[in-house]
């Protein structure tokens, strides 16, 4: 009994929620799809993180949902604009460590330009 409860709790110490919050919300033109630019703070062992990410503009964000981009910044911000319908612009930092950045996603163009 007790080697289960230490078992869980290492568990439920490891799987813990990430904490989350919303940088910038923009909608394409044609109010097809929404771009959000959040950061999260997964805890003490793990730096913070810039993540992306385009959805319908009907649907709720899922940060867990799968990222186009995710970078760390440090203590710059990134910035997200659109240029057409389907072509969106993320301004990154000169300094950050990108992890991911992809080129397309559902649909949409993503181009990137360092500030």
Known sequence: MGAVLILGLWFSEYDAPCGTKIIQEVSSPDKKYIATLFVKDCGATTSESTHLNIRTISSKLNTDDEDIFIAQLGD???????????????????????????DSFKGCQIKYSRK
């Open 76 to 102: 710059e911000s990134a910035n997200v604009s659109w240029l057409s319908s389907n072509i969106l612009l993320v301004d990154v930092p000169e300094t950050a460590r990108i992890f991911k950045n992809l």
